[in-house]
């Protein structure tokens, strides 16, 4: 039996940049010999990277493997061929594979693991960690099981001058506190309290434990409402060693004013959140008696 060959271009619109390229394609035909009745032939379809397109090989190669995550050939979950694969089918150096698996892999399609191989990013799950119940609480109300541990034990500071803060160059109870999923972190919050209306805070021991559950049962007040304002930003210093990610690993950075109605602003919040595992939403609003 021998193959025959030809070529073919197509023209391509490139999903990450919306550039357009031409596209080599390679059409493959097993051929019988004369005598045979079998027409039966199968076609292989094998897409060639074009090295005069002003695109480069890598970004093609991105493209081509997105393409395979639109249309099912990769789900979610599911490992992607090997770098060594990739290069052999394409023709290319595992370097250009790994730019662009790496360009794939900054926009949250693609997650490499440690010794089994770069998966399909899975959707991340929803959360509304941002109402008034509490942030624990949110994740609980999703069936996702949170732990939280103390980074820094509730004490009584004077605040730095923040013009974003309401207790700025002033006293409140501050702590830290990391939450993780499955052993893996989510997010940090820095916590500030009004000193008049929580006093003895700094007994209550808050891992693992609901600041909005707290602060109901053992001073008999919940929110009436509150503002957020929302910003992405990159983290240095231990904050980035905590969370686990890299200096140049953008966060969403949510700054959180709640009132009660016994004070506007008595607890002001910042939130260093990873985004690469939850989708968080917003829902903003009184806390009911439900």
Not at 62 to 86: H, M, Q, T, V
Not at 142 to 165: C, F, M, P, Q, W
Not at 170 to 195: H, M, N, T, W
Request: net charge positive.
């Amino acid at each position: 039996m021998v193959s025959l060959e030809f070529w073919a271009t197509d023209i391509s619109r490139d999903s990450l940049t919306g550039n357009c390229f031409p596209y080599l394609h390679r059409y493959s035909f097993p051929h019988r010999s004369m005598g045979t009745r079998n027409t039966n032939m199968s076609r292989l379809k094998t897409i060639v990277l074009n090295p005069k397109s002003p695109i480069p090989l890598y970004h093609q190669l991105a493209d081509i493997i997105l393409a395979g995550i639109r249309s099912g050939k990769y789900p979610p979950g599911s490992r992607i061929p090997s770098e060594n694969s990739l290069a052999a089918t394409y023709e290319v150096g595992r370097p250009t594979v790994r730019q662009a698996t790496e360009t794939l892999i900054k926009k949250r399609l693609l997650i490499r693991k440690r010794g089994s191989g770069t998966f399909v990013q899975t959707e991340p799950k929803e959360v509304d960690l941002f109402s008034l119940a509490g942030t624990i609480t949110s994740f609980q109300k999703k069936g996702i099981s949170v732990a939280t541990r103390i980074l820094k034990k509730t004490r009584l500071i004077t605040v730095k001058g923040d013009s974003e803060n309401p207790f700025s160059k002033g006293k409140a109870y501050f702590l830290s506190r990391i939450s993780l999923v499955e052993e893996k972190p989510v997010l940090i919050e820095d916590l500030y309290l009004d000193p008049i209306l929580f006093p003895g805070i700094e007994q209550i021991d808050l891992t693992d434990r609901s600041l909005s559950q707290v602060v109901d049962e053992q001073y008999y007040m919940r929110p009436t409402g509150g503002k957020q304002n929302f910003r992405i930003g990159y983290l240095t210093g231990q904050k980035a060693l905590n969370l686990d990610i890299s200096q140049d690993a953008p966060i969403l950075i949510v700054k959180r004013f709640l009132n009660f109605s016994q004070k506007k602003n008595a607890i002001y919040s910042e939130l260093y959140c990873r985004t690469d595992q939850f989708l968080f939403s917003q829902t903003i609003g009184g806390v009911s008696d439900d």
